[in-house]
C-alpha cells in the first residue's frame, strides 16, 4: 500500500532536471534547416513610417527572408485580439484599436516591431537588420495615464479620442455618495502603483516550423498556455485550421504572467514560416524583454474611506487610471476592472463601494497581468487606506481591521464577489504572535537610541483566485470560459500518464499533481507521470495564471480520477463476481464490502486492457478518462502579513527586519512547495515596493529604466528571512478543498511594507518603490515642514 | 558583437607592438566591460588583444614602501591576498565589494582603472592612496591620471601594467551602493598618508573620480569623524539620474565620509 501523499512535503521531482541543466527550453531546440530572426524596432516613441526599405538588407549575406507591416497587410492578417470585452459606463463597448504584428502606418512605443529579418545564422540576421531603413517622422509622446487623458495630448491611435479604452464603474455609486455624507471620518489617499517589468530568467523565445508534407504548422513557444495561443493565433489572426497547428510550450523558465499573452514575434514567425519554408528561431535579448514583454501594474489612483465615529467603515471610494500602454494585450481590460475593483472589499463588510476605472493608451510597451494582476493594486489601495484611517483616527491598526472584518459566510460583497468562507481573525492572531507585536514598542525605542527610525505595518489581503467561473467570468464580459481540462490515461500495468491544461513554469505541478493522483489511486507517486504543454499531447487547457492551477486544473484531474475509479468499480465487480453498489475503492484496492476479497489497482488496470468476456453491453475495455471542470466560484486566499523595518534616516536605506506571513490557502496538498510559492511573491511583491520601477522619459518617451543596470530587481540580500504559517479554512466548492497560493506574497506584501514604512517615516502619503533617495528626500521634507 | 580577430599577448611589449599594429585594435583584460560593449554592438574592434597570457601584468608584490599590482590582477585575486589583506586591507576590502562574484573572478584593476567609469571603485582607490600607475611608457601619478568621465591620461597604444600604491597610516572606503547596479552611487576613500597628509576621494557622485579639499583640510587637522559631518560638498555639477539627484549625492559624499573615518579608526 502506498502512503498518503497529500499534505506531504515531497521534494519537487522536476528540480533534478532544471538544476542538472537536463531542462529542453525552446531555445535548447534546433531544428533541421534551423534559420534565426531579428526584428527592426522602432527606436522612437512615437512616430509616423515614410518608408521602410529593405532592399540592402536583402542583399546581406545569408538573407532568407524580411517581411515588413505592408507583406502582413497585403497577407490580409489581423491584428492581435483581446480576450476580454469591457463595457463603458457609456455603455459603449472599449476602443480596441488594430494591433499589427508588424507596425503599419505608425509605431506607437520604443520596441514596437516594424520588421523581420531572417537569415541563415543570428549574426547575419543582426548585420541585415542594420541594413533595413526605415524613414520615421516624429511625433510628440505621452507615457503617463493621466497625461494622456489631458486636452491636447498627442493621440496614440489616431481614433481613439483622448486616449480614452474605456471608462467603467462597479458598485452603487448613489449609496456610496450618501454614507459618505454621514461620516465621522474620512481618509483620503492618492496612490501609484508602479510599473513593472516582469523579467522571467528566460527570455521570450519562438521556433516555427511548417511541414510540406501536411500542411501543418509547429510552434514551439516559452509561454503559458498554449493551447489558448494556438486557438487565438488560429481564430483570429491567421485564420489557420486549428488541428494543422501545434503548439509545445516546453520547459519554460518563469512567466509570472508575461507569457500568458499572444505577441506579436509569435504570430509573425508562425506566418513566416511557410514562407521561407524553414524553421525559424527568435529569442529575445533582454533589452527586447524590457522594450516588448508586457509591463504590470501602472495605475493613479485617489481613494476615500469614510468611517463613523467608532471606527465602522461606511464606504469606499475610489478612482483609477490604468496604463494600458499602446495595445490592449490579451488580458489587459480585464485587469484593471474584474481583477480589480471587485477585490476591494478586501475582508472588510464595507457596505457600499463605488469604483470607476478609466483604461488609458500611452506610447509604452502593453501592460497586462503580472504575477496577481489587478489583486495586488486592490490589495494596495485598501490596505494603506485602512492603515491611514487607523493612524488618523488614533486606533490600533489590528483593532481597526477586527472591528470591520466579515465574520459570517457566505459573504456577498458589494463589489459581485461571493465569499465561501474564511477565518481573518485567525490569521491575524497568528501574524500578531509570530511578529511580536507586543515588543515592537521596546524594539522601536531600542532603535531610537541609535538614530534609526522602526516602523511596523500591516497587510490583511483578500485574493480571488481559480480563475474563473465561467458563468461569472462571461457575465463580466471574457470572451471565453475559463474551465480547465484534464486526461488520465490508465496504463495496462497501473502506471498512469496524467495530461493536464495547465501549464508549469516554476510552479511544481509535476509534483503536486502527482501527489494527488498518487494519493487518490493508492499507488506509488513513481508510478505517476504529469504531462503538460503540448496541444498534440493534451486535449484542452486554459493554462496557468490567477493562482488556478490546482484549484481549477487540479480539480478537473480528480474529476477524471473519479470516472476512473468508477471504471475500476464495474470491472472489479466482473472480476470478483460482486455487485457493482459493493464494491469499495480505498488505498489502491477495490474490495467487496465487508469480505477480504479484493483486486488491487493494477490488476484491474491490466484487465481493463486484457478483458475476458467482458460483458461489451456494460463495460468497454480500456481505462482512460478525461473531464472538464469550470468551477462555480472563484477561490478567495486570505491572510495577514506583518512587516517590520528600520530606516536609516542618514541615508534612507530600509532594512526589512521582519517579515511575517500567514496565509489561509484552504487544504494544502504540499506544504514544502507552497511555502516556496509564499517566498518568491513575497520577494516579487517586496521588489516592488522596495526597488522596482519602469520608468519612461516623459519628454522622448524612451525607457529609462531598459537595462539591469536602472532597473532595479531585487536580491537576495535586500530580503529578511521570511517567518510564514498557515491557518486553513477549506474551499466550499472544490473537492480537493484548495485556495491557491501563487500571488499571495505579491498581493499581500508590498503594502504591509509600506505601512510600516510610513510607520517609520511618520507620513501618510509615501509611494512605491521606496527606495533610498526617495526616502531620504521625504525625510528632508518632513523636516524642513516642521522646521518652517 | 561584429565579427573581429582574437589574439594573445605573451607580455606587455607583445601586446604594444600587437595593439599599434592595427589601427583598431583593443585589449582584452577581463572583459567585463569590453565584451559586453561589443556585444551591444557599441564597441566593433578589428582586433582583440587578450591580455590574460602576459605573465609580466600579473602579480601581487607587497614591500615596505607598499603594494603595487599587476595590471591583470583579477579582483577576487586581490580581494582573498592575505599579503594586501595584511598591508593594505582598504584594497582588499574594496576589491572584495566589486560587482558580483563572476565579475570579481574576471575583472581587473588594470581593466577597471583605463575604463575609467565614473562609478567604478578603483579610481578612488588610486587617487585616495596616491597611487602611481606605470604604463609601457611612463610613470603617472594618480592626481594626473583621471581626467574626465571615461578619459584617462593614457595615450593610444600605451598600457598599463602596473599600480603601486604606498601604505598609509590608516583609511577606509565606504560604498553606497547604486540598488539597482551596486556599482558605486557614492564611494568615499579617506586616508592618512604615511606623512600625515589626508585625501578624501569621491567616486560615483560626479562625472569622474575627484578629491575634497575641505574634508582634506579638516581631517590632517583633526582625523575624527565630526571633523567631516558638517561639511557639505556642493551639488553643482554632481550625477544626477533616477537613483539620486545631485542634493542626495552631494548629503551622501559627507555621510560616506564620516563613516568612513569611523571605520579608518576602528
Ligand atoms: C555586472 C557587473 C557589475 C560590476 N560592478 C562593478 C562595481 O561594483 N564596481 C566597479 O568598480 N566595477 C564594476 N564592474 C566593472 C568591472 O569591475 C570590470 O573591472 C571593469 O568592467 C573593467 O575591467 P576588465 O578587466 O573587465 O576590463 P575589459 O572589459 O577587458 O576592458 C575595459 C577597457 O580597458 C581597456 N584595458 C584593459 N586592460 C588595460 C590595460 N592594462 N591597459 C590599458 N587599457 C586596458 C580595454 O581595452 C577596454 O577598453 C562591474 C561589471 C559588471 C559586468
Known sequence: MATPYIGVPVQRREDLRFLTGAGNYTDDLTLPGQTHAVFVRSPHAHARIRSVKTAAAARAPGVVGIFTGEDVAAARINGLPCGWLIHGTDGQPMKEPAHPILAQGKVRHAGDPVAVVIAESLAQARDAAERVEVDYDLLPSVVDSVEALKPGAPLVHDDVAANRCYTWAIGDKAATDAAFASAAHVTTLEFQNNRLIPNPIEPRAVNATYSRADDSYTLHVSNQNPHVERLLMCAFVLGLPEHKVRVVAPDVGGGFGSKIYLYAEDVVLTWASKKVNRPIKWTAERSESFLTDAHGRDHHTRAQLALDRDGRFLALRVDTKANMGAYLSTFASAVPTILYATLLAGQYATPHIHCEVTAVFTNTAPVDAYRGAGRPEATYVVERIVEAAAREMKIDPAALRRRNFIRSFPYQTPVALLYDTGDYEATLDRAIEMADVAGFPARRAEAARRGKLRGLGYACYIEACGIAPSSVAGSLGARAGLFEAGEVRVHPTGKVTVFTGSHAHGQGHETTFAQVVADRLGISMDDVEIVHGDTSKVLFGMGTYGSRSLAVGGTAIVKALDKVVAKGRKIAAHLLEAAESDIEFADGQFRVAGTDRSKAFAEIALTAYVPHNFPHDKLEPGLNENAFYDPSNFTFPAGTYVCEVEVDPETGIVRIERFVAVDDFGNIINPMIVEGQVHGGLVQGLGQAMNECGIYDSGSGQLTTGTFLDYCMPRADDMPSFQVDTRSTPCTHNPLGVKGCGEAGAIGSPPALMNAITDALGVADFAMPATPQRVWATLQQAQRKQAA | ?266
Do not use: C, W
Open chain 2, 1 to 266: 558583437m561584429y565579427a573581429f580577430r582574437y589574439q594573445t599577448a605573451s607580455s606587455a611589449a607583445d601586446a604594444a607592438s600587437r595593439l599599434a599594429a592595427h589601427e583598431d585594435a583593443k585589449l582584452l583584460a577581463g572583459g567585463q566591460t569590453m565584451i559586453a560593449s561589443m556585444k551591444l554592438r557599441l564597441a566593433s574592434p578589428s582586433d582583440l588583444i587578450d591580455l590574460a597570457g602576459a605573465a609580466d601584468l600579473r602579480g601581487i608584490t607587497v614591500d615596505a614602501r607598499g603594494v603595487t599590482l599587476g595590471a591583470m590582477s583579477r579582483h577576487a585575486e586581490v580581494a582573498r591576498s592575505a599579503e594586501v589583506q595584511k598591508a593594505l586591507p582598504v584594497l582588499a576590502k574594496l576589491a572584495g565589494g566589486i560587482g558580483d562574484r563572476m565579475v570579481r573572478n574576471m575583472g581587473t584593476m588594470g581593466g577597471s582603472v583605463a575604463n575609467n567609469d565614473p562609478a567604478a571603485d578603483y579610481p578612488a582607490a588610486v587617487l585616495g592612496l596616491n597611487a602611481t600607475v606605470t604604463t609601457t611608457t611612463r610613470s603617472i601619478a594618480a592626481d594626473d591620471f583621471f581626467l574626465g568621465m571615461y578619459e584617462t591620461a593614457l595615450q593610444p597604444g600605451e598600457i598599463i601594467t602596473s599600480i603601486s600604491f604606498p601604505i598609509p597610516k590608516r583609511a577606509a572606503y565606504m560604498k553606497f551602493k547604486n540598488p539597482a547596479s551596486r556599482y558605486a552611487m557614492v564611494g568615499v576613500l579617506v586616508a592618512q598618508l604615511a606623512d600625515g597628509s589626508v585625501r578624501v576621494a569621491v567616486t560615483g557622485a560626479g562625472p569622474v573620480v575627484f578629491r575634497v579639499a575641505a574634508m582634506e583640510k579638516a581631517l590632517e587637522a583633526s582625523f575624527t569623524p565630526a571633523a567631516v559631518a558638517s561639511i557639505k560638498v556642493p551639488a553643482d555639477g554632481l550625477n544626477a539620474d533616477i537613483h539620486a539627484q545631485a542634493d542626495y549625492r552631494a548629503h551622501l559624499i559627507t555621510v560616506m565620509a564620516k563613516r568612513a573615518v569611523e571605520a579608518a579608526l576602528a
